[in-house]
């Protein structure tokens, strides 16, 4: 599990992205370069880490479940994720 600080500091930064988005996109298109920069740095995008929705964990993240390899694993085992199955042959 992560810490709850990390994953709370993700959550905040989420918030701020969503809050600055559109401000930013007009900023982008004018070109003024110069407020875009005025801006809290955790409004951009790129700073945000996609983490696992149940332990938080950011390595191993599979972005079409929202949830880490490890997670999917225990879910697919028990019959949590429809259409999933452990694969034989």
């Known amino acids: 599990m992560a810490k709850k600080s990390w994953m709370a ?6 918030r701020l992205v969503a809050k ?3 401000k930013r996109r007009r900023l982008k298109e004018a070109g003024d370069w110069e407020s875009l920069q005025k ?5 951009s995008p790129v700073r945000i880490r996609n983490r696992c929705a ?3 964990r950011a390595r191993g993240y599979l972005r079409q479940f929202g949830v880490s390899r490890i997670v ?3 879910m697919a085992l ?3 994720i429809p259409g999933v199955r452990k694969s034989s042959w």
């Open 72 to 74: 999917f694993r225990e």
């Open 20 to 22: 600055y988005a559109e």
């Open 39 to 43: 801006l809290p740095r955790n409004a």
């Open 54 to 56: 149940i332990s938080g």
């Open 9 to 14: 500091r993700d959550r905040k930064r989420r």
């Open 78 to 80: 028990e019959g949590k």
